[in-house]
T-cell receptor, first 116, second 115 residues
């Protein structure tokens, strides 16, 4: 079974509008972290935001916020006031802290296109 | 200053050759990783080293051999290259101590093309 599911292969949004990128995860470990990364067409991987499983509040970083619904096992990324430069591939990833697990497990990504 | 650097950025080679990719991080992190991104953009962990010790080896063919001479370096050597090895290889590092932010910092990637 996939540990990270991103059901939207592609999304379109108008400039200045908000967009939500979906991510659901599967784990039996009570302690885990959820990450979002951005990969523009230039190829680099850029860390955006982190949410720990025990964090009481949803994470926010500038225009990025993470809508964390633990019972539903979802960690959607919300980008407010989209900009043309937000056009990129977005990856949701999880790290399970049990057993000294050091790896990130990635979803298949969502390609976001921001239209002018 | 580049936090995680990889060389080379592009690598084109023929089947059967042996090649290496080098990675260096200047962040003082304890843990380094190699990921492979295939043509469909799927990212998968290959190896992880913590304080020069191998801690993850994810069903990677033994033609791939990582080497960590010190905490700041993690190199990837690939023997007898095959067409299916064509991909982008990312090096990453993280600080895995209590109180750290745990995110992994990625290098710029090495695009390997095997012909």
């Amino acid at each position: 079974a996939q540990k990270i599911t991103q059901t939207q292969p592609g999304m379109f949004v108008q400039e200045k509008e908000a967009v939500t990128l979906d991510c659901t995860y599967d784990t039996s470990d009570p302690s885990y972290g959820l990450f979002w990364y951005k990969q523009p067409s230039s190829g680099e991987m850029i860390f955006l935001i982190y949410q720990g499983s025990y964090d009481q509040q949803n994470a926010t970083e500038g225009r990025y916020s993470l809508n964390f619904q633990k019972a539903r096992k979802s960690a959607n990324l919300v980008i407010s006031a989209s900009q043309l430069g937000d056009s990129a591939m977005y990856f949701c990833a999880m790290r399970e802290w049990g057993g000294s697990n050091y790896k990130l497990t990635f979803g298949k990504g969502t390609l976001l296109t921001v239209n002018p | 200053d580049t936090a995680v650097s990889q060389t080379p950025k592009y690598l084109v080679t023929q089947m059967g050759n042996d090649k290496s990719i080098k990675c260096e991080q200047n962040l003082g992190h304890d843990t380094m990783y190699w990921y492979k991104q295939d043509s469909k953009k799927f990212l998968k962990i290959m190896f992880s080293y913590n304080n020069k010790e191998l801690i993850i080896n994810e069903t990677v063919p033994n033609r791939f051999s990582p080497k960590s001479p010190d905490k700041a370096h993690l190199n990837l050597h690939i023997n007898s290259l095959e067409l299916g090895d064509s991909a982008v290889y990312f090096c990453a590092s993280s600080q895995d101590r209590s109180g750290s932010s745990y995110e992994q910092y990625f290098g710029p990637g090495t695009r390997l093309t095997v012909t």
